[in-house]
């Protein structure tokens, strides 16, 4: 069973803090990675893809991936109320269709 | 742009009861569609997906059955309703490929009784 594992949270930090949320994953043959950001009550929007090994930044997001290690990692820096949410992280092997899915990890961000 | 509708946004059905779900997308053509659903406390699990009319793939056997009678439209249908069934249904839309992002519709809560 390919799985893609998250850490298990809840997650909390205060405001401007930078928050930093971890995904591992157990099949080597997975080439693209997400994060999907979900408040409570709503549906997953993407926040970010990476696919090569490193840093992707964009605004105060920045994904790490590590394709030797199977990490994925997702830090949001000058962390806000509104980043509050539960996040996903998502891999997929080569072209194939499928998403698979970690359990998310809620991230609460405190005033 | 793109915009992904399901409806209806909540249902509240008995066991037993059929049932169906839809989505459409608008702003693209040959879309690749997929139904998911989320349990409480598990992840997202993809129920079907499609990459044309009448082409349905399934990942997960159970009561649950996928359509799709036009270009942008997807069915998720049940003839017969178990209380395992009760989660938030979703429906994404990639472009066509298989390297494209997924992009989520703002789902059906469904609770069986």
């Known amino acids: 069973q390919k799985e893609v594992e998250q850490n298990s949270g809840p997650l909390s930090v205060p405001e401007g803090a930078i928050a930093s949320l971890n995904c591992t994953y157990s099949?080597?043959?997975?080439?693209?990675f997400f994060w999907y950001r979900q408040y409570s009550g709503k549906s997953p929007e993407l926040i970010m893809s990476?696919?090569?090994?490193g840093d992707k930044e964009d605004g105060r997001f920045t994904a790490q991936l590590n394709k030797a290690s199977q990490y994925v990692s997702l830090l949001i820096r000058d962390s806000q109320p509104s980043d509050s949410a539960t996040y996903l992280c998502?891999?997929?092997?080569?072209?194939?269709?499928?998403?698979?899915f970690g359990k998310g990890t809620l991230l609460t961000v405190n005033p | 742009s793109q915009t992904i509708h399901q409806w209806p946004a909540t249902l509240v059905q008995p066991v037993g009861s059929p049932l169906s779900l839809e989505c459409t997308v608008e702003?693209?053509?040959?879309?690749?569609l997929y139904w998911y659903r989320q349990a409480a406390g598990r992840g997202l699990q993809l129920l079907f997906y499609?990459?044309?009319?009448?082409?349905i793939s399934s990942e997960v056997p159970q009561n649950l059955s996928a359509s799709r009678p036009q270009d942008r439209q997807f069915i998720l249908s049940s003839k017969k309703l178990l209380l395992s069934d009760s989660g938030f249904y979703l429906c994404?839309?990639?472009?066509?490929?298989?390297?494209?992002?997924?992009?989520f519709g703002p789902g059906t809560r469904l609770l069986v009784l």
């Open positions: 994404a839309w990639s472009r066509t490929g298989g390297m494209e992002t997924q992009y």
């Open positions: 099949d080597r043959g997975s080439q693209s």
């Open positions: 499609s990459v044309g009319i009448g082409q």
């Open positions: 998502a891999g997929r092997r080569g072209s194939n269709y499928k998403l698979t």
């Open positions: 990476i696919y090569s090994n």
């Open positions: 702003g693209t053509s040959n879309p690749n």
